[in-house]
T-cell receptor, first 113, second 113 residues
Framework: AQSVTQLDSHVSVSEGTPVLLRCNYS??????LFWYVQHPNKGLQLLLKYTSAATLVKGINGFEAEFKKSETSFHLTKPSAHMSDAAEYFC???????????FGSGTRLQVQP | NAGVTQTPKFRILKIGQSMTLQCTQD?????MYWYRQDPGMGLKLIYYSVGAGITDKGEVPNGYNVSRSTTEDFPLRLELAAPSQTSVYFC????????????FGSGTRLTVV
């Protein structure tokens, strides 16, 4: 069975400082991993995805994530936070052959001016 | 480009009432999904469909029904609303059923009182 644990429910950073959102996963098979972002009262937008190619994945808006199999982690980073990054972020896992995604509980990112 | 359209955006139901959440997509995607998002939680799969006439249960199907008579539409039916169904409901679609290219609607916020 697959599962996702987002280690922080809330993260607060100052504008211009680095962002780190942590995600650990559990999967019986080689997983595909994703980060989605949800702005208030909006749908979910795909930030980036890992699908067994390069372990360092670059996404939109300057976000990156590194797949570390030994640590079963897929942390999301950004070198410099912007006010517009304030949102809810979801780490998501899917195993090959499964028809749907398993979501983490989300991390709310606050960006202080 | 409309993508995935959900209606209504907000709804308040009384206990025992029924309603249908509408979802339509204009991308000719075969796969469609209904998720619910409870406060502080990730999304959980209710039902999904791999094509017109084919539906299957997800993780939390109790209290819901779906149908898929056309490729475009995937309505979710609540027959006897209960307070436990208070949630935000998201519809999504994808091309192959693999996790590439999920497109989410903007959600329906349902309150059962």
């Amino acid at each position: 069975a697959q599962s996702v644990t987002q280690l922080d429910s809330h993260v607060s950073v100052s504008e211009g400082t680095p962002v780190l959102l942590r995600c650990n996963y559990s999967s019986s098979y080689s997983p595909s991993l994703f980060w989605y972002v949800q702005h208030p009262n909006k749908g979910l937008q795909l930030l980036l995805k890992y699908t067994s190619a390069a372990t360092l994945v670059k996404g939109i808006n300057g976000f990156e994530a590194e797949f570390k199999k030994s640590e079963t982690s897929f942390h999301l980073t950004k070198p410099s936070a912007h006010m517009s990054d304030a949102a809810e972020y979801f780490c998501v896992v899917s195993e090959t052959g499964r028809r749907a995604l398993t979501f983490g509980s989300g991390t709310r990112l606050q960006v202080q001016p | 480009n409309a993508g995935v359209t959900q209606t209504p955006k907000f709804r308040i139901l009384k206990i025992g009432q029924s309603m249908t959440l509408q979802c339509t997509q204009d991308m000719n995607h075969n796969y469609m999904y209904w998720y619910r998002q409870d406060p502080g939680m990730g999304l959980k799969l209710i039902y999904y469909s791999v094509g017109a006439g084919i539906t299957d249960k997800g993780e939390v199907p109790n209290g819901y029904n779906v149908s898929r008579s056309t490729t475009e539409d995937f309505p979710l039916r609540l027959e006897l609303a209960a307070p436990s169904q208070t949630s935000v409901y998201f519809c999504a679609s994808s091309t192959t059923g693999d996790v590439y290219g999920y497109t989410f609607g903007s959600g329906t916020r349902l309150t059962v009182v």
